[in-house]
């Protein structure tokens, strides 16, 4: 351990919930997307599954909307070092969709893309059970553009870069395909508790 | 290599893509910790300083790149933060980093009221090739605040290598007082004052006017765009060159958290 002189940081107790590496964010929500936001409403809004599914398929905002609700309230973590405790976000849990389309045995992963072109990839394994939503409302209320709205992929168990702003859709595919960020240095998983947040950690 | 090679499979998605990465990132290095050394302390503004650091074993970077900084305190506690490298790749086993004293900031304030040199402080990097800037195409470089920090890397480099590449910078600031770096800069220049400007200088955050004529010059194959500041600035100044024609898919933004 390398203790720096003079640092003690912040008052702080013990919090559980806090991964390795992370800071409480309290109120702030930084916004940290690297291309131009994107003005998209929700009728130009689509979300798209294919790769290897039986029957892929395109969904529009009301045939989304139409699926049965989900919310997920709990923490998400930014690989920034920010973390934030409590939130709350609606939509419909990813489980619905691949529900529709049925995916193949042979399915390992899928790369998550934005209307914007972004991508990322996941484990299948991260995405499905009750892991992962298609998100449209924060606080009770519908998500800003910044932070990824009309709808945004939100995997709150991995780092939030996975969990890509303005979805249009998934890929699954039979391995592992590295998405914007991680052909940028950054880790294939992203793990907060393992703070896996570049490769080769 | 055997015919039996495969190529790395890509997906691309049916959308234009935001921006292409531009350079591979060694691993190795992202992946260790290393010792900074404080050698110098410079005061730039009345809320920013830089610190100038040693790092022998510095595997070098590329302008626009950021690392990552770890203090450690006596109970093992860790606080660790991103900060865009400010110095020219070729600052041999050194590297430069100016920090906003941030209100409240455990790390950002434990440089301003209690580092001293000699001091040591722990770093990994260089981190991320998104944002980088190799000094191949013409750069367009729009920031406000402390989010010049990375595009002075670049203006650096593009003087201490002697480039010919087109090379401009807007940047933003409060007063002349709040201007970082404002001794070092040239021709390529142009600042905006958004609350209090020189004498017979316009007072007014940047817009369109400011974009335009640097737009209507286009060099050869256009501006590669980089975009620094608060999420509010990049926002603003990044629907100020799509305005301008500049397309999406060359816009690079680094949005500070």
């Given amino acids: ?201 | 290599m055997t015919e039996q090679a495969v190529e790395a499979p890509s997906f691309t998605p049916p959308t234009r893509f935001a921006v292409p990465g531009r350079i591979a990132v060694s691993n190795r290095a992202a992946a260790l910790w290393q010792t900074a050394t404080l050698t110098e302390i410079r005061r730039e503004t009345p809320h920013a300083a830089t610190y100038r650091f040693a790092v022998p074993a510095w595997a070098g970077h590329l302008p626009g790149q950021h690392l990552m900084l770890r203090l450690t305190a006596e109970d093992g506690y860790v606080a660790q933060r991103h900060y865009s490298i400010a110095s020219a790749p070729d600052d041999a086993g050194h590297i430069e980093l100016t920090l906003d004293h941030v209100e409240g900031g455990e790390v950002s304030g434990w440089f301003h009221t209690v580092a001293q040199p000699g001091d040591e402080v722990e770093v990994r990097g260089p981190l991320s090739g998104f944002f980088a800037w190799p000094g191949d195409r013409p750069a367009l470089l729009i920031g406000a605040g402390s989010g010049v920090v990375p595009l002075m890397s670049m203006v650096r480099h593009h003087r201490a290598q002697g480039l010919s590449v087109p090379l401009r910078l807007l940047v933003s600031a409060r007063s002349p007082e709040e201007l970082i770096y404002a001794g070092e800069f040239g021709a390529e220049t142009t600042p905006v004052f958004t609350r209090r400007a020189p004498q017979g200088a316009p007072v007014g955050r940047m817009a369109a006017a400011h974009v335009a004529p640097l737009l209507a010059e286009q060099p050869p194959g256009g501006w590669e765009a980089y975009v620094c500041g608060s999420n509010a600035f990049a926002e603003h100044a990044s629907r100020l060159l799509v305005a301008a024609g500049q397309p999406v898919e060359r816009i690079r933004i680094e949005r500070f958290g």
Avoid at chain 1, 23 to 43: F, I, K, Q, R
Avoid at chain 1, 63 to 89: M, Q
């Fill in chain 1, 1 to 201: 351990m390398n203790v720096t002189r003079g640092f003690t940081g912040r008052p702080r107790a013990h919090n559980a919930g806090l991964p390795p590496g992370q800071y409480d964010a309290g109120d702030d929500w930084p916004v940290l997307s690297a291309e131009v936001t994107p003005e998209l409403s929700p009728a130009e809004w689509t979300f798209r599954v294919d790769g290897l599914v039986e029957e892929p398929h395109t969904w529009d905002w009301d045939e989304a909307h139409a699926l049965p609700g989900s919310v997920y309230e709990g923490d998400i973590h930014c690989v920034t070092s920010w973390s934030k405790f409590g939130v709350r976000f609606g939509g419909v849990s990813l489980d619905a969709f691949l529900d529709v389309v049925r995916p193949h045995g042979s399915a390992t992963h899928v790369v998550a893309y934005s209307h914007t072109g972004y991508t990322t990839n996941l484990p299948l394994a991260d995405v499905t059970g009750g892991k992962a939503w298609i998100a449209w409302e924060f606080d009770g209320k519908p998500l800003s553009p910044e932070h990824g709205g009309p709808a945004r992929l939100l995997v709150p168990h991995l780092y939030f870069w996975k969990s890509a702003k303005w979805i249009a859709g998934l890929r699954l595919l039979d391995q592992d395909e590295p998405g914007f960020w991680e052909q940028n240095g950054y880790h294939a998983r992203g793990n907060p508790w393992e703070e896996q947040r570049y490769s080769g950690d």
